[in-house]
């Protein structure tokens, strides 16, 4: 997987962050023309002129054909728009039991992906396999698109800055370089982060308007984490160790936890946790939370009480983060909160009933806005929120022969 589109370091200075403010601006309303981006954002309209002009060098943005202004007698204007027909990012996340790769374009789509197990398999095995999935669907997708970065993401602690694995569940990610791994395979840039910090990434740019104020991302999964940003900006903390709340306590439980304590958020409201339970109460036959997830959408009544115990101990541990922080939103990714009948109803109450500054949990706590697909969408929006940071020095180059 040779690199095609060599990435750039050169500072951009004040035009950067201004052709950064333009190409979120036409993500957001495009296509859009020059001066209503002036207009919206506060920028000159010559600052948007040369920021536009640099991102369509750049193919980030595309020129539409001219149209008329609004009463048909003003001046004619050029919109510009995303132009998402060019690049694409892949991603990589990395669960308990299998590994998620996808192909996603510049808004954030998922335009292929593959899951797959890796039971036994090693860190460097799990990469290797990785890249192969994402050459094939790149093959499979068919369209001649270039990969600008790859992007991981994973539960646990994932140290972005350093491009490694802290601590996973996993055994044998601990210390693993992923950063360098990929990059040596890929010869790509590769940027790494929690999957809760890159929901949030996704979320600013892709979904919540709401969460660029602020919010709280809680990740209910086999691993629970949490991440907390302000005006878009996530905190990650030194050595990205912020959002670490799988072993807070939670009262009245005695699930064991591999910390050697009883009662930790992880330990109790996880999705093998989840599945232990059921495996014990014959509601499944297998140890497969898929299998589960299918039983509550049936409406099996001792799956549908499982995942509505677990929602309300997902709320009692929302309310805590909403009285913390106090965020414009909380966002709980948890496939059975966006997947089964009643659950986040089941949360918003125990939100109700247990935080001290919540007054409307129907308004502060929402389900995430990729259902089905939030974990390509956090792996792929490691690179994303980077390049609509800074688009004129992350990832691509002026186009050959473009002036």
Same mark, same amino acid.
């Given at each position: 997987?040779?690199?095609?589109?060599?990435?750039?370091?050169?500072?951009?200075?004040?035009?950067?962050?201004?052709?950064?403010?333009?190409?979120?601006?036409?993500?957001?309303?495009?296509?859009?023309?020059? =001066?209503?981006?002036?207009?919206?954002?506060?920028?000159?309209?010559?600052?948007?002129?040369?920021? =536009?002009?640099?991102?369509?060098?750049?193919?980030?943005? *595309?020129?539409?054909?001219?149209?008329? #202004?609004?009463? #048909?007698?003003?001046?004619?204007?050029?919109?510009?728009?995303?132009?998402?027909?060019?690049?694409?990012?892949?991603?990589?996340?990395?669960?308990?039991?299998?590994?998620?790769?996808?192909?996603?374009?510049?808004?954030?789509?998922?335009?292929?992906?593959?899951?797959?197990?890796?039971?036994?398999?090693?860190?460097?095995?799990?990469?290797?396999?990785? %890249?192969?999935?994402?050459?094939?669907?790149? %093959?499979?997708?068919?369209?001649?698109?270039?990969?600008?970065?790859?992007?991981?993401?994973?539960?646990?602690?994932?140290?972005?800055? =350093?491009?490694?694995?802290? !601590?996973?569940?996993? @055994?044998?990610?601990?210390?693993?370089?992923?950063?360098?791994?990929?990059?040596? *395979?890929?010869?790509?840039?590769?940027?790494?982060?929690?999957?809760?910090?890159?929901?949030?990434?996704?979320?600013?740019?892709?979904?919540? @308007?709401?969460?660029?104020?602020?919010?709280?991302?809680?990740?209910?999964?086999?691993?629970?984490?949490?991440?907390?940003?302000?005006?878009?900006?996530?905190? &990650?903390?030194?050595?990205?160790?912020?959002?670490?709340?799988?072993?807070?306590?939670? +009262?009245?439980?005695?699930? +064991?936890?591999?910390?050697?304590?009883?009662?930790?958020?992880?330990?109790?409201?996880?999705?093998?946790?989840?599945?232990?339970?059921?495996?014990?109460?014959?509601?499944? !036959?297998?140890?497969?939370?898929?299998?589960?997830?299918?039983?509550?959408?049936?409406? &099996?009544?001792?799956?549908?009480?499982?995942?509505?115990?677990?929602?309300?101990?997902?709320?009692?541990?929302?309310?805590?983060?909403?009285?913390?922080?106090?965020?414009?939103?909380?966002?709980?990714?948890?496939? $059975?909160?966006?997947?089964? @009948?009643?659950?986040?109803?089941?949360?918003?109450?125990?939100?109700? !009933?247990? $935080?001290?500054?919540?007054?409307?949990?129907?308004?502060?706590?929402? $389900?995430? $806005?990729?259902?089905?697909?939030?974990?390509?969408?956090?792996?792929?929006?490691?690179?994303?929120? +980077?390049?609509?940071?800074?688009?004129?020095?992350?990832?691509?180059?002026?186009?050959?022969?473009?002036?």
């Amino acid at each position: 997987m040779a690199r095609t589109q060599p990435v750039t370091r050169r500072g951009a200075g004040r035009s950067g962050a201004s052709a950064g403010t333009v190409l979120r601006t036409v993500l957001d309303s495009g296509p859009i023309a020059r =001066s209503t981006i002036a207009r919206v954002t506060g920028l000159s309209p010559a600052t948007v002129t040369t920021a =536009s002009a640099q991102l369509v060098d750049h193919g980030l943005l *595309r020129e539409l054909p001219e149209i008329a #202004g609004p009463t #048909g007698l003003g001046r004619p204007h050029v919109p510009v728009d995303v132009d998402d027909s060019r690049y694409v990012v892949y991603g990589i996340h990395l669960a308990i039991t299998h590994v998620t790769t996808a192909l996603l374009d510049l808004r954030g789509r998922v335009l292929a992906r593959s899951r797959d197990p890796h039971y036994g398999l090693g860190p460097a095995e799990i990469l290797r396999n990785a %890249v192969t999935t994402l050459e094939a669907l790149a %093959v499979q997708h068919g369209e001649p698109s270039v990969p600008i970065g790859v992007g991981f993401a994973a539960g646990g602690w994932i140290d972005s800055e =350093s491009g490694v694995v802290r !601590e996973h569940p996993i @055994p044998g990610w601990n210390g693993y370089p992923v950063r360098a791994d990929l990059e040596q *395979r890929t010869g790509l840039d590769v940027r790494m982060d929690s999957h809760a910090r890159a929901l949030i990434d996704a979320e600013v740019l892709f979904g919540e @308007p709401r969460a660029r104020e602020s919010v709280v991302q809680l990740f209910v999964g086999n691993v629970v984490d949490a991440a907390f940003a302000t005006g878009g900006v996530v905190h &990650h903390g030194p050595r990205a160790a912020a959002g670490a709340v799988a072993h807070v306590p939670v +009262e009245n439980s005695v699930e +064991e936890c591999t910390c050697g304590r009883t009662g930790c958020v992880q330990a109790t409201l996880s999705d093998r946790v989840l599945v232990r339970r059921a495996m014990e109460l014959g509601i499944i !036959e297998r140890p497969i939370f898929r299998d589960l997830l299918d039983a509550g959408r049936r409406r &099996h009544p001792e799956a549908l009480a499982l995942f509505t115990e677990r929602a309300h101990g997902v709320g009692v541990v929302a309310a805590r983060l909403l009285d913390l922080f106090n965020p414009e939103v909380l966002i709980v990714c948890d496939q $059975s909160v966006s997947g089964i @009948p009643g659950c986040l109803d089941t949360v918003r109450r125990a939100v109700a !009933e247990s $935080s001290a500054t919540c007054d409307d949990p129907s308004w502060s706590v929402l $389900s995430t $806005s990729f259902p089905g697909r939030a974990l390509p969408v956090s792996a792929g929006s490691v690179i994303l929120a +980077e390049l609509y940071r800074a688009p004129l020095t992350s990832f691509v180059r002026p186009l050959a022969g473009i002036s």
